[in-house]
């Protein structure tokens, strides 16, 4: 059996990172990780071929090899998707999908032969089975969660690894909390699965033997959602698994309360991770209750911030308008929390209802949805009808972009931040790509952007006080050139 294993494009969004990519010349963020999981879920003696149409093309030569081609994706990629099966069912090569977007909205897949839905663990094995004796079904669900610790190693040697800035692995699934936008639940669960540390050290080491030496993005939703094993197994296997080792750093998703606890936030840094994700949403009291973030609520949300900043971990936020609480008001609040918290990486989306949340369901009663989600959650689109009027919240949406990611108010965050953030203690992997990356960002951004006088001022200001952090400054501009671009192509 020959299996196509195939990965959509992702448009030009704010997560893709493309304008930043090029000056390290990577192709894509990080490799699927859904699609090498299932790889190593397919018998051995099966031929399997990777195509990430993020970093390479999806030719008719390929399609005439295949006997069949395992599709996943994300709902931002749907219409990318969409014109792969087209190609598929043309070249006659039959279609089995998976992931995220076919089990949000399988309904729409008319075309697909196959749909292996939810987590692989446990409906692939259906499917592989029914297949075996010639009665494979249409579609496989389950409403069961799999344990983890069951699930192998990814094939990672099935990708270029040389072409993506990041690696991806995943520690645990599922989230302890409710926040009623986000379908992260929905689809894997309040209870957080986790894998075990010798798992988790075993596909580090895979990673390591295929010369990997760059950053490792740890895709858990909640990475401090269970604390106790956390701190017991874990970090200090991490921590032992770092000794002697120079460079993969190590970033991922948390909660605020991260910031409550002193002693997790060292040894995380210790373990080597220099970034995590927060869901901020909203300085707006009443709308974190709106939407069920009690973990964000009664603190000081800049404070909570700062702590992890002083803790050697960037924090990257995510942010929403258009909630039934907000006021005009809340576009101003959201610029100066920005500004003031020093989060460079600032993701503010309208709020969006997907398929599966209890959001979706509220709205639902009360007559309040209008269309499907776009999947990209920062492309200023909503499927909502807000209580706000929509021309108020579109031109507020776009006056927060407009104005976080204009090169002043971008670089003055860079060293609000630079100021706060203690910087690690991972010995650096010198990678050339990089140091060409900073002569690449001296052209681009400081002799032909817009934004060079702050580009220099940066660069000077930041080898003067904070000499350790300049390759962090670099990467910084060259992130934000990458916002503004994509930012001129959602609301400019
Ligand atoms: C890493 C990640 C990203 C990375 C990209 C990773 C990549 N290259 O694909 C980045 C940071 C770029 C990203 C961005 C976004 N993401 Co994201 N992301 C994740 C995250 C945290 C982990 C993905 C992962 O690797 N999981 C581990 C693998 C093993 O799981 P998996 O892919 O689901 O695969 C399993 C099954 O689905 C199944 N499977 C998968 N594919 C296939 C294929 C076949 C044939 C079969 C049989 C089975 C199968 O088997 C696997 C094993 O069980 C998930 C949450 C999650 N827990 O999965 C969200 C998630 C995928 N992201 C989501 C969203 C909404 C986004 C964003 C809009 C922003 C946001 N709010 O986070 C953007 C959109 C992208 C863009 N460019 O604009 C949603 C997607 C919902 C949907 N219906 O599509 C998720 C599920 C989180 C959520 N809120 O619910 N994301």
Redesign the pocket.
């Known amino acids: 059996m020959k299996v196509l ?1 195939v ?1 959509p494009e ?2 030009d ?4 990172f493309k304008h930043a990519l090029k000056f390290i010349r990577k192709k ?8 090498l ?2 790889a190593a879920m397919l018998p051995a003696g099966w031929e399997k071929r990777l195509i990430d149409v ?1 970093v390479t093309s999806l030719t008719q030569k390929d399609l005439t090899w295949a006997d069949y081609v ?7 990629q749907r219409e990318a998707a969409r014109k792969i099966i087209a190609r598929c069912k043309a070249a006659g090569v039959k279609v ?10 399988y309904a729409q897949f008319e075309d697909v032969d196959h749909l ?1 839905l ?4 446990i ?2 094995p259906r ?1 592989l089975a029914d297949l075996a004796c010639g009665r494979a079904q249409r579609i496989y669900t389950t409403p069961e969660y ?1 344990d983890i610790r069951q ?1 192998p190693v ?1 094939l990672w040697e099935l990708a270029d690894l040389s072409r993506y800035a990041s690696m ?1 692995i ?1 520690f645990s ?1 599922g989230c302890p909390y409710d926040c009623d936008f ?3 639940t ?3 669960g309040h209870r957080p699965r986790t894998k075990t540390a010798s798992q988790t050290i075993a596909e580090l080491d895979s990673l390591c033997a295929l010369g990997w030496r760059g950053p490792v ?1 740890f ?3 909640n990475f401090v959602g269970n604390k106790k094993q956390l701190k017991r197994e874990i970090l200090p296997a991490l921590t032992e698994w770092r000794k002697g080792k120079a460079g993969l750093p190590f970033c991922t ?1 948390v909660s605020i309360n991260l910031a409550d606890d002193e002693g997790l936030m060292q040894v995380m840094a210790e373990a080597g991770f220099d970034t995590v994700f927060v869901g901020i949403e909203t300085p707006d009291d009443d709308s974190l209750a709106e939407c069920n973030k009690y973990q964000n609520r009664g603190r000081d949300l800049i404070e909570s911030v700062k702590r992890i900043q002083r803790a050697s971990m960037q924090v990257f936020g ?1 942010f929403i308008v258009g909630f039934d609480s907000d006021t005009p008001s809340i576009f101003q609040r959201q610029i100066d929390f920005i500004q003031k918290s020093g989060i460079v990486t600032a ?1 503010v ?1 309208l709020l969006q209802a ?1 398929y599966g949340t209890r959001l979706y369901q509220r709205l639902k009663g009360e007559g309040r949805l209008i269309d499907e989600v776009s ?4 492309d200023g689109s909503t499927n909502i009808i807000p209580k706000m009027n929509m021309e108020t919240l579109r031109e507020g949406y776009k006056s927060i972009l407009n104005q976080i990611y204009s090169p002043k108010l971008y670089y003055e965050r860079v060293r609000t931040f630079l100021r706060e953030y203690k910087s690690p203690e991972i010995a650096v992997y010198l990678d050339l790509q990089y140091v060409l990356g900073l002569f690449r960002s001296i052209y681009q951004l400081g002799i032909k952007g817009v934004e060079r006088t702050h580009y220099w001022r940066l660069f000077f200001w930041t080898l003067a006080h904070h000499p350790r952090l300049f390759p962090l400054a670099i990467t910084l501009a060259i992130y934000g050139y990458h916002f503004r671009k994509v930012c001129e192509l959602y609301v400019l």
């Not at 969004?13 to 893709?16: G, I, R």
């Not at 089995?96 to 909205?105: M, N, R, W």
């Open positions: 294993l990965y992702f448009p969004t704010f997560w893709s894509a963020g990080t490799p699927p990780l859904g699609l999981t299932v993020n395992f599709i996943s994706a994300m709902t931002v089995v999908a998976g992931g995220p977007l076919f089990t949000s909205e292996v939810n987590e692989a663990e409906t692939l499917f799999p699930t990814p991806p995943q699934r986000c379908n992260v929905a689809l894997f993005f895709v858990d939703d998703q995510g993701m989306g997907p999947g990209d959650n920062v």
